[in-house]
C-alpha cells in the first residue's frame, strides 16, 4: 500500500506542478500580447508625430524648403503600416489601431497618392509656392 500511496502522491504532485505552469504560461502570454499592443502604439505615435513635424517644418519655413523623414520597414512585431494624409493631421495605421498628429496645414500634394504603404523609403516634403509636395523614395 505504501508504493500504491507515493504514486498516487507523485501523480498529484505533477499535476498541480502543471497546472501552475499552465496558469503562469496564460499569464506571461497575455502581458506578452499587451507589451506588443504598447509597443506598436509608442512606435506609431513616434512614426506620426516625426513625420507631422517634418511637413509643419517645411511648411513653416517657407518656399523652397524642404525635408525628408526615413521610415523603417514595419512595427516592433514586424507587421506593416500606412500613413494617411486626412486634412490637417497625419495618421499612422496598422493592425492594432492608428496614430494621429497635428499638421499646421490642411493640403498636402503627392505624387502617386498620400496614403500608401511606405516601407524602407524617405518621405520627401518641398514646399512649392507655400503648398506642400510628398515625393516617397
Keep these: ?17 502543471l497546472l501552475l505552469f499552465t496558469v503562469l504560461m496564460g499569464i506571461y502570454i497575455g502581458k506578452a500580447g499587451d ?18 513635424s517634418s511637413a509643419n517644418a517645411v511648411y513653416s519655413a517657407g518656399a523652397g524648403a524642404r525635408s525628408a523623414v526615413w521610415l523603417k520597414e514595419g512595427m516592433p512585431s ?23 498628429s497635428p499638421l499646421v496645414f490642411s493640403n498636402i500634394n503627392g505624387t502617386g497618392n498620400a496614403t500608401g504603404l511606405f516601407r524602407n523609403s ?14 516617397s523614395q
Design 35 to 52: 507589451f506588443n499592443r504598447t509597443a506598436g502604439r509608442v512606435e506609431a505615435e513616434k512614426i506620426s508625430e516625426e513625420i507631422a
Design 1 to 17: 500500500m505504501g508504493r500504491a500511496q507515493s504514486s498516487v502522491e507523485f501523480l498529484l504532485s505533477w499535476g498541480l506542478i
Design 78 to 100: 514586424g507587421e506593416n503600416y500606412t500613413i494617411r494624409f486626412v486634412g490637417n493631421r497625419v495618421e499612422v495605421n496598422w493592425s492594432g489601431g492608428f496614430s494621429e
Design 122 to 135: 524617405f518621405l520627401n516634403f518641398t514646399n512649392i509656392g507655400g503648398g506642400i509636395v510628398l515625393v
